[in-house]
């Protein structure tokens, strides 16, 4: 009967690299779902284009 190999196991996917939010002074870590440059209380704030509603 041949023998069992011993070896170590295999990772499919590499550990993502650790990102922080670009903000200076932020340590906050980003996930690897968020593919922004910042974190979300530092993100760049998004006007939203709205089509035939009036906003107060």
Do not use: Q
């Amino acid at each position: 009967m041949p023998r069992a190999r011993a070896s170590a196991p295999v990772r499919s996917v590499p550990p993502p690299l650790a990102r922080t939010c670009a903000e200076e002074g932020c340590t906050t870590r980003l996930s690897v779902y968020n593919d922004a440059a910042h974190c979300s209380l530092h993100c760049p704030a998004e006007l939203l284009r709205t089509r035939g509603r009036h906003i107060a």
